[in-house]
């Protein structure tokens, strides 16, 4: 049994809109990391640990799309349970931004306050973030209920 082409368009579409959020995130973060050099300094590999969830999705963040691609091909069990493991790790790293940004973008009074607080990494890491979350999650429902969708009635 070779892998066959995913047969939804409708998940297909929706890991595709994904994908661009988690481009979007990625470039945002990417940005973040060149300004602050938060990552490297003085030649010393030293981890924030609160860049862990950044660093969990801009990493793994498109291997979780590209599992459920790999699952909504061959349908096997084993895939599927490791394809959503993956992803709702990726959905608790995505949360983990959200919260983080979303909390300093409520905090804003006016607009002109929010410009100088958050700035425009972080707008695009949120945006990015956010539409992983919605995407990804809807693209699991999908490629799930259609896996299983010969199971209508269970009476």
């Excluded at 940005?31 to 030293?46: A, L, V």
């Excluded at 790790?89 to 973008?105: D, K, N, T, V």
């Excluded at 006016?110 to 707008?123: I, L, R, T």
């Amino acid at each position: 049994m070779g892998f066959e082409v995913p047969r939804d368009r409708v998940g297909i579409a929706l890991s595709v809109c994904a994908a661009i959020g988690w481009v979007v995130f990625t470039a945002g973060f990417g940005e973040q990391e060149k300004d602050d050099g938060s990552f490297k300094k003085g030649g010393d590999f030293k981890f924030n640990k609160s860049l862990f969830p950044y660093y969990g999705l801009s990493i793994l963040g498109l291997f979780g799309i590209l599992s459920l691609f790999v699952y909504s091909g061959t349908r096997g069990r084993v895939i599927g349970v490791f394809a959503m493991f993956f992803n709702c790790f990726m959905l608790i790293c995505a949360g983990g931004i959200l919260m983080e940004i979303g909390s300093r973008i409520n905090n804003c009074k006016s607009v002109e306050a929010c410009a100088s607080k958050v700035k425009p990494y972080e707008q695009a890491e949120f945006a990015g973030a956010f539409l992983y979350a919605i995407f990804q999650t809807i693209s699991l429902c999908v490629f799930f209920y259609r896996a299983h969708d010969k199971y209508d009635n269970f009476a």
